[in-house]
Nanobody, 122 residues
Framework: QVQLVESGGALVQAGGSLRLSCAAS????????MGWFRQTPGKEREFVAY????????VYADSVRGRFTVSRDNAINSVYLRMDSLKLEDTAVYYC???????????????WGQGTQVTVSS
């Protein structure tokens, strides 16, 4: 069965960095675009970043552009989110997800991980 497993979430001070990982299994990883989303209690899941199937194209939310970097390694079915200059408002559960083609809309994504908690403290 399809599995996406995120890891790397942690408690970090504002201004710090984290690298999230997402390992995929049960899918032909290299044909899917991959997205990162985040969610806080009481809010809808928010688009963070996208990387195309080949890795050649990336898209970022305005709130993270210039601070976050998405990458992937199709040889090991993994996608990453490097987060620098973290802010208090980056605190959320972060999810990776797979999509055919490109989308910033959570409903278009066909497979989701369980999420990993990122907490940024002052």
């Amino acid at each position: 069965q399809v599995q996406l497993v995120e890891s790397g979430g942690a408690l970090v001070q504002a201004g710090g960095s984290l690298r999230l990982s997402c390992a995929a299994s049960g899918i032909t990883f290299s044909v899917y675009g991959m997205g990162w989303f985040r969610q806080t209690p009481g809010k809808e899941r928010e688009f963070v970043a996208y990387i195309s199937a080949s890795g050649g194209n990336t898209v970022y939310a305005d709130s993270v552009r210039g601070r976050f970097t998405v990458s992937r390694d199709n040889a090991i079915n993994s996608v990453y989110l490097r987060m620098d200059s973290l802010k208090l408002e980056d605190t959320a559960v972060y999810y990776c997800a797979a999509v055919y083609g490109y989308s910033r809309v959570a409903g278009d994504y066909v497979n989701w991980g369980q999420g990993t908690q990122v907490t940024v403290s002052s």
